[in-house]
């Protein structure tokens, strides 16, 4: 039998007013998101992909329960999430957790990596306060820092250690779905390699299902098991990672796979030659 998609998105739409006339008449309406609709079963990733400005990071945010949708649906594990208020509402900000491509601007520069780790235990009254200290170090081991690193602040940290106490931070309070906002689009080569292992690896220890948010094929590849292509605020194409990049079938998603860099062996063989 199928697996029920713990999250199932349908016809959702997201429209901004850009300006107002100066007497006071509605201006243009930028239809953001354009009817989106996508579902991604329990323990998978779904590589959202899309150029900036193609809707995907206010589709994001308005599955987090972060924006507000002009109309469709959201239901997360069965539940309409638009419909939710109160205690059900914690309920589901504590089961779905953002880390966003910026992690020094989501991070408070005046609070210590501790404490910011630590604000999802006590918003969710989670733990007692003498075991959160324990519960935020055991988080910094698991994403490769130092227990000690919990008294720095974060402008003490290199981009790749920032979007590590970020990673920390979403999964303290134990989250089954992550939304990662081009979690390693502002990190060196190398970086991004460690980061999207780190995420790999919790994925299989937790079971957590991922959207993966993301302007680069190239990153995606070896990562998503669907990949879901749109523009301008629409979904073009969807389908599983190997066959979009074996057969893509939309000339956006094609233009995209051209762009990806490819490696010239003859080309490295003369710049080692010198």
């Not at 779904?46 to 972060?66: N, P």
């Not at 081009?182 to 991922?210: F, G, K």
């Amino acid at each position: 039998m199928p697996t029920e998609p713990i999250l199932a998105v349908r016809d959702l739409r997201r429209e901004f007013v850009v300006r107002r006339s100066w007497l006071g008449r509605p201006g243009a309406v930028v239809r953001a998101v354009d009817g989106v609709s996508l579902s991604i079963a329990a323990g998978q990733t779904l590589a959202l992909v899309g150029e900036s400005g193609s809707g995907k990071s206010t589709l994001g945010r308005c599955i987090a329960r972060l924006d507000v949708p002009t109309a469709g649906s959201v239901r997360f594990d069965g539940q309409d999430v638009l419909g939710l208020g109160g205690t059900e509402l914690m309920r589901f900000r504590r089961s779905v957790q953002i880390v966003f491509q910026d992690p020094y601007a989501s991070l408070n520069p005046r609070r210590r990596v501790g404490q910011a780790i630590a604000d999802g235990l006590v918003i969710h009254r989670l733990l007692a306060a003498r075991d959160r200290r324990e519960r935020v170090l055991e988080l910094l081991r698991r994403v490769g820092l130092r227990p000690d690193h919990a008294e720095r602040y974060p402008h003490q940290f290199s981009g790749g250690q920032r979007q590590r106490i970020a990673i920390a931070r979403a999964l303290a309070v134990s989250p089954r779905f992550i939304i990662a906002d081009e979690p390693v689009s502002s990190l060196d080569v190398s970086i991004r390699a460690q980061i999207l292992n780190l995420l790999a690896e919790l994925q299989a220890e937790r079971s957590l299902t991922y959207l993966f948010i993301s302007h680069d094929l190239g990153v995606v590849r070896h990562f998503a098991d669907r990949v879901a292509i749109m523009q301008s605020g629409r979904l073009v194409e969807e389908g599983p990672c190997d066959q979009i990049f074996a057969d893509p079938r939309h000339p956006y998603t094609q233009a995209l796979l051209r762009a990806v860099p490819r490696p010239d062996p003859a080309r490295r063989r003369r710049w080692q030659g010198g």
